[in-house]
């Protein structure tokens, strides 16, 4: 069966670095495009980067582009996210998903919480 | 991308329907026929119920549908559960130089 489990999330503290990773298995990794989603405490979701199977094409919400970096290692079947120069809005839990056609997200891991805070 | 408008709440009792709407423009849910539905219980991620505006992946009850006219998508619950209390949100698809973008959610409450 489909499963992701995400780790890496954490309290850190502004203008502070975080690398979420993700661990995929159940499906042909290589083979699907992959997402980050968060979401704030108590808000809605909101999309934050995907990547392409090959890892070739790659977007990122404005709110995060120029800080974070999502990459993928499809020999080890795993997902990442490089956060860098992290702001107190960044606080959230952050889910990798799997990607469909029309990156609809058929399955979704159980999240990590990244808190930013002094 | 703004976030798609969806009523930040819907409610019916036991065997009701409640029905979700999801707004966008011409350049997201009018132009693609990739809106996908989620629903989100307290403290848990999203599942997937319905994708491409009106199909629903294996596992998902009939009585969740999909469908859309324009640049409005809807989610329809028939036959309200207990269980089906939760946050609902859309998606849809903006375009190969776009990433996606989501609902604002409604809460669904089971009277």
């Known amino acids: 069966q489909v499963q992701l489990v995400e780790s890496g999330g954490g309290l850190v503290k502004p203008g502070g670095s975080l690398r979420l990773s993700c661990a995929a298995s159940g499906f042909t990794f290589s083979d699907y495009y992959m997402s980050w989603i968060r979401q704030a405490p108590g808000k809605g979701l909101e999309w934050v980067s995907y990547?392409?199977?090959?890892?070739?094409?790659?977007y990122y919400a404005d709110s995060v582009k120029g800080r974070f970096t999502i990459s993928r290692d499809n020999a080890k079947n795993s997902l990442y996210l490089q956060m860098n120069s992290l702001r107190a809005e960044d606080t959230a839990v952050y889910y990798c998903a799997r990607a469909v056609g029309g990156l609809q997200l058929d399955y979704w891991g159980q999240g990590t919480l990244v808190t930013v805070s002094s | 991308q703004s976030a798609l408008t969806q009523p930040p709440s819907a409610s019916g009792s036991p065997g009701q329907s409640v029905t979700i709407s999801c707004t966008g423009t011409s350049s997201d849910v009018g132009g693609y026929n990739y809106v996908s539905w989620y629903q989100q219980h307290p403290g848990k991620a999203p599942k997937l119920m319905i994708y491409e505006v009106s199909k629903r992946p294996s596992g998902v009850p009939d009585r969740f549908s999909g469908s859309k006219s324009g640049n409005t998508a809807s989610l329809t619950v028939s036959g309200l559960q207990a269980e089906d209390e939760a946050d609902y949100y859309c998606?849809?698809?903006?375009?190969?130089?776009?990433?996606?973008?989501f609902g604002t959610g409604t809460k669904v409450t089971v009277l």
């Open positions: 990547i392409s199977s090959s890892g070739s094409t790659i």
């Open positions: 998606s849809s698809y903006a375009g190969s130089n776009n990433l996606n973008v």
